[in-house]
């Protein structure tokens, strides 16, 4: 049975000023959120800007992080595409470094029925047979929702072993967990929703804020494993506010600023995603990030 663990990070990607990767400032980063209660690093993903970075990019930068955290935490590859062929050939080249499994979106802006859905995935696992694959379905920004019927289906490959669930509808997280096998992992793709989908079977969370409140998101889920549900949802009501704060506007703009305002070096995103927040996003960031200690005092 795969495990990733129950906080996996969607990690940024850094960029210098001239907006060539960051990797130094990746390596750091990756070595920091393994110490700070990130089980698996998903590098690559919607925060990691996988559509703006170049397959070279990227490929490069499975091999930083990888090395920073070897023994520390896992990594699971952004090798997903629109593109069967393309998703097979970059999955395949991930698979050969040796990396944890991969992260798989589905196939965007072409809208695929629920058949081409399946037979998309059912080629990405024949092609990388002992590679553990996680599902991304994320209908907001790829136009099309992977029903829990297609999921149920996909989850009798051996090798597609989670997803992580990001409709936002806890109805559908239902009905996956419900038709889909105790083994097969759900994750949030949410960090306000996480809570809430282990009430209904998920593991854990895929998670953007988990840059800056891993270890109480571990303390949150390892709680609520325990039976202290009244301790999980206090901690899920204290961290709400920030959780929605990361999300006022396109992600990964507010966590880049947010790890700005915090010291790291991350730079801004690139075209076409804005280089700045909005002045009114970044004092309710200082505000929230304040009240959870996460700034300096002198901030």
Not at 61 to 87: D, P, R, Y
Not at 209 to 228: D, N, T
Not at 241 to 249: C, E, G, N, R, S
Not at 273 to 289: F, R
Request: hydrophobic share 40%.
């Amino acid at each position: 049975m795969v495990n990733f663990g129950r906080v996996l990070t969607a990690m940024v990607t850094p960029f210098k000023e001239d907006g060539s990767v960051n990797y130094a400032v990746a390596e750091k980063l990756a070595d920091h959120l393994a110490s700070t209660g990130t089980d698996s690093l998903v590098v690559c993903g919607t925060t990691g800007e996988s559509p703006t970075l170049t397959w070279e990019e990227e490929y490069e930068l499975f091999q930083v992080v990888q090395k920073a955290v070897a023994g520390k935490a896992k990594i699971i590859a952004g090798t997903g595409s629109n593109s069967t062929q393309e998703a097979i050939a970059a999955t395949q080249k991930a698979a050969k470094l040796g990396l944890d499994g991969s992260l798989q979106v589905v196939p965007y802006y072409n809208k695929p029925p629920q058949e081409g859905l399946y037979q998309h995935f059912k080629a990405l696992a024949a092609a990388c047979p002992d590679f553990p694959l996680m599902l991304y379905n994320i209908p907001g920004r790829t136009g099309q929702n992977l029903t829990p019927e297609t999921v149920a289906r996909l989850a009798e490959i051996p090798n597609i072993v989670a997803i992580k669930e990001a409709s936002g509808s806890l109805d559908q997280a239902s009905e996956i967990r419900r038709q889909t096998p105790p083994e097969f992992a759900i994750y949030s793709g949410d960090d306000s929703l996480t809570l809430p989908l282990l009430a209904i079977g998920a593991t854990g969370v895929v998670s953007v804020a988990a840059h800056l409140v891993g270890k109480q998101l571990q303390e949150m889920i390892q709680a609520f494993e325990a039976g202290e549900t009244r301790k999980a949802t206090q901690i899920h009501l204290q961290l709400f506010p920030l959780f929605k704060a990361l999300f006022k506007t396109t992600n990964p703009i507010p966590v880049k600023a947010a790890l700005r305002l915090q010291g790291w070096d991350v730079g801004s995103t690139r075209l076409p995603l804005c280089d700045e927040p909005s002045v009114d996003i970044n004092k309710t960031l200082i505000a929230e990030m304040t009240k959870l200690s996460l700034l300096k005092a002198s901030e």
